[in-house]
């Protein structure tokens, strides 16, 4: 008996690695990102991770789909090269496997919208959008749906997207004519997916509209969102549900499996860090462009850091460097302002502007801890959040208080969240005052200059 207790160990192991082999492959693999964001920090990594995939299941079909926004005019090497890099990045896919894209409010960055389309398919890649029209025809710049066969299997894709005209690049604004997403999946989803073996729906519009388009597909439908920069996974029946986070910090990768009930999608978010493996040709390509186009003043550092951070880790760095600029007990920020993470050690003005997007004034009130409480409860989300919890807005903060109820706090927060304060912060908010002097790069800026703490 004694003996029989000492190998258990080993027996457990060996039934474990047996169950694994005995488990069935794929019979599909697709890997699913959106919010890129010109994020070359990560671009060859997510590549090479591709590659990976394709060695680790030999046999097994896969796509890649691309979610929206994978352009970004703030990024200033995307925008001089009207994103040269980015195409290289696509077409690498699509040598690779069927590569789709539904358009996003960041595609057209660089180009009016028949230009841009003309562009992606030029890389390789299929072209989805159903709710984005020409205003001039009325006719959608793209087609609403594409099929993609994976060996035996044929997916069929429908896109859509946000209308909010205010996230669109401004010159090309009044070309645009933008269908509610919710309405148009409701007028259009019926005849798209009623036939459709695998339905997979791909969502630029956010997590607000999709809860209303949710309801609408089959069931067993693989639908992925963006827009929010959220990440999650959630299961309504046989339906997957899921956002893949932005700046390429996590991808999604669903795996068409079939069990005793049929087949069943599952989905994992592998994270993809900057030192993951590159593709070499895309890294070579992304480190001479960089060198050839970045000023002096772009490579010049602005600040250091004692350790890398993630995206998500960069964003509430910075939030906590505006409540400590502005003395406050609580900061938040909408969670898009930020993209990529910080390196560590010396940080260039490239890197800073890539993490904090945009700039503004900083604004502060006084409030009421049950309302700070509140607030509070709805920050931070991360994938383990309820999904019944997630109201739509990707907020980030940083308190060094629990509110307590009728108590008051300082509060700060951005400009954007000032000019769209019932958006943010909800029905009758508090009365926010401009702080002379204060920015948000400012107070960031101040923090990476600040020395750390051992």
Known sequence: MSALRRLAPFIALFAAVAASALRAAPEAMVVVAGDLHSA??????????????????????????????????????????????????????????????????????FHDVPETVKRLRAAGLDVISGNLRDRATG????????????????????????????????????????????????????????????????????????????????????????????????????????????????????????????????????????????????????RETLAAQLTAEEKATVGRTPRALGPSEAALFAVEA???????????????????????????????????????????????????AALLARCNQGPDTPFAARAGENLVAAASVRPEPGRRYRFVTTDWVAKNATTYLGENPPALVELPGLKLKGAVLAALAAPATP
């Open 40 to 109: 070359y920090e990560r671009s060859a990594q997510f590549v090479a991770h591709v590659d990976r995939l394709k060695a680790e299941h030999p046999g097994v079909p896969l796509a890649v789909l691309l979610n929206g926004d994978t352009l970004e005019y703030g990024n200033l090497v995307a925008r001089r090269t009207a994103g040269a890099l980015d195409f290289e990045f696509f077409a690498a896919f699509a040598r690779r496997a069927p590569t789709v894209i539904n358009l996003g409010n960041h595609e057209p960055e």
């Open 139 to 286: 006719r959608p710049y793209a087609p609403a749906t594409t099929a993609v066969r994976l060996g035996a299997h044929t997916l069929t894709l429908v896109g859509v997207t946000t209308d909010r005209l205010s996230t669109y690049r401004v010159a090309i604004r009044p070309d645009l004519d933008l269908a509610d997403p919710a309405v148009w999946a409701q007028a259009n989803f019926p005849a798209l997916l009623r036939d459709a073996v695998l339905p997979v729906v791909l969502s630029h519009a956010g997590l607000k509209a999709d809860r209303a388009m949710l309801p609408l597909v089959p069931d067993g439908t693989l639908f992925a969102g963006a827009h929010d920069h959220l990440r999650f996974v959630h299961a309504a029946g046989r339906t997957v549900y899921f956002h893949s986070g932005s700046w390429m910090e996590h991808v999604s990768v669903a795996r068409l499996e079939r069990g005793a009930d049929g087949l069943r999608w599952t989905v994992t978010q592998p994270r993809l860090a900057a030192d993951d493996p590159a593709d070499p040709a895309l890294a070579a390509r992304i």
């Open 322 to 372: 505006a409540r400590t600029a502005a003395r406050a007990d609580a900061a938040m920020v909408g969670g898009t302002t930020f993209g990529a993470g910080l390196p560590a050690g010396a940080v260039t003005r490239f890197a800073f502007d890539a993490c904090v997007r945009f700039d503004g004034p900083l604004f502060a009130a006084e409030v009421d801890g049950a309302w700070l």
